[in-house]
T-cell receptor
């Protein structure tokens, strides 16, 4: 069974540019989550999809972040415009059962 | 105050040693607790869930103390491959939202 796949694995962009991260969950997992870890901090929840619907987006930092999950399959997280403090590792996870979150290997975003 | 607090370590122990990590959580309503393991530059992976009665998985034992709001992880007979960061995790106000501690780093030396 394929795991959670994230693309790209690394991204370096300039402040003010736009970046789009993609996550392909495990097939059949209705729940999809985005988390991020900024330097020196703990991993923090960003948002939760159930199928194509946003169930909880309370962790989204501000309106520069936009997440979508068209058709309830893969998800994208767009940052526009990127700021220096957006640098970090963005993890996607998926699950059927809340106790069995499987994480992707993450996208390491560096904003310069 | 952080919702989940852990000693960042590092804990530096010889192979074969027993090591214990604790973490405390602030939300008394939390119902689910987990230990995740994260290797350097890798994703977190579920190590074990933590149940009220305590549970064991091979060399790993997890305990939950609801009265004191702390969770522990005991690793017996440490292996070099146990070197990693151990993340204490509970749930947030939504049962699907995980709250992570900042992790405790373990180094097992030969």
């Amino acid at each position: 069974e394929a795991g959670v796949t994230q693309f790209p694995s690394h991204s370096v962009i300039e402040k003010g540019q736009t970046v789009t991260l993609r996550c392909d969950p495990i097939s059949g997992h209705d729940n999809l989550y985005w988390y991020r870890r900024v330097m020196g901090k703990e991993i923090k929840f960003l948002l939760h999809f159930v199928k194509e619907s946003k169930q909880d987006e309370s962790g989204m930092p501000n309106n520069r972040f936009l997440a979508e999950r068209t058709g309830g399959t893969y998800s994208t997280l767009k940052v526009q415009p990127a700021e220096l403090e957006d640098s970090g590792v963005y993890f996607c996870a998926s699950s059927q059962d809340r106790r069995l979150n499987t994480f992707g290997s993450g996208t390491r975003l560096t904003v310069v | 105050r952080k919702e989940v607090e852990q000693d960042p370590g590092p804990f530096n122990v010889p192979e074969g040693a027993t090591v214990a990590f604790n973490c405390t959580y602030s939300n008394s309503a939390s119902q689910s607790f987990f230990w995740y393991r994260q290797d350097c530059r890798k994703e977190p992976k579920l190590l074990m869930s933590v149940y009220s009665s305590g549970n064991e998985d091979g060399r790993f034992t997890a305990q939950l103390n609801r009265a004191s709001q702390y969770i522990s992880l005991l690793i017996r007979d440490s292996k070099l491959s146990d070197s990693a960061t151990y993340l204490c995790v509970t749930e947030g106000d939504s049962s699907y939202k995980l709250i992570f501690g900042s992790g405790t780093r373990l180094l097992v030396r030969p």
